[in-house]
């Protein structure tokens, strides 16, 4: 079974950057449209940014636009989150995950499709 993994977390300072990389085990990323989505402490797991399987679409919550960049590697399979100027309150756990992208663009920006295993998530804490 398709399932996702993150990695490229880490402990950043406010400003700071960090990238993150979304890999398949099991299954393969192509023809998937792939979003990004976080969870902080205590609250619910919401969408941050989706990219289109051609790569050639991305959305991005109001949040993150304009510091983060969402996009893929098809030779190497991989989906990249790009994070720049980040804040404290991008702390989080980030996920990625198979969604749709048609959802994502009518507004519903914290769905997945039901396909593949949420993965392990990465850690991204930003403080100083």
């Known amino acids: 079974q398709l399932q996702f993994v993150e990695s490229g977390g880490g402990l950043v300072q406010p400003g700071g950057s960090l990238r993150l990389s979304c890999r398949a085990s099991g299954g393969t990323l192509a023809h998937l449209d792939i979003g990004w989505f976080r969870q902080a402490p205590g609250k619910a797991r919401e969408g941050v940014s989706c990219i289109s399987d051609s790569g050639g679409k991305t959305i991005y919550v109001d949040s993150v636009k304009g510091r983060f960049t969402i996009s893929r590697d098809k030779a190497n399979d991989l989906v990249y989150l790009e994070m720049n100027n980040l804040k404290p309150e991008d702390t989080a756990v980030y996920y990625c995950?198979?969604?749709?992208?048609?959802?994502?663009?009518?507004?519903?920006?914290?769905?997945?499709?039901?396909?593949?295993?949420w993965g392990q998530g990465t850690q991204v804490t930003v403080s100083s």
């Open positions: 995950a198979a969604v749709s992208f048609t959802l994502w663009s009518s507004g519903r920006v914290d769905t997945k499709l039901d396909f593949g295993s």
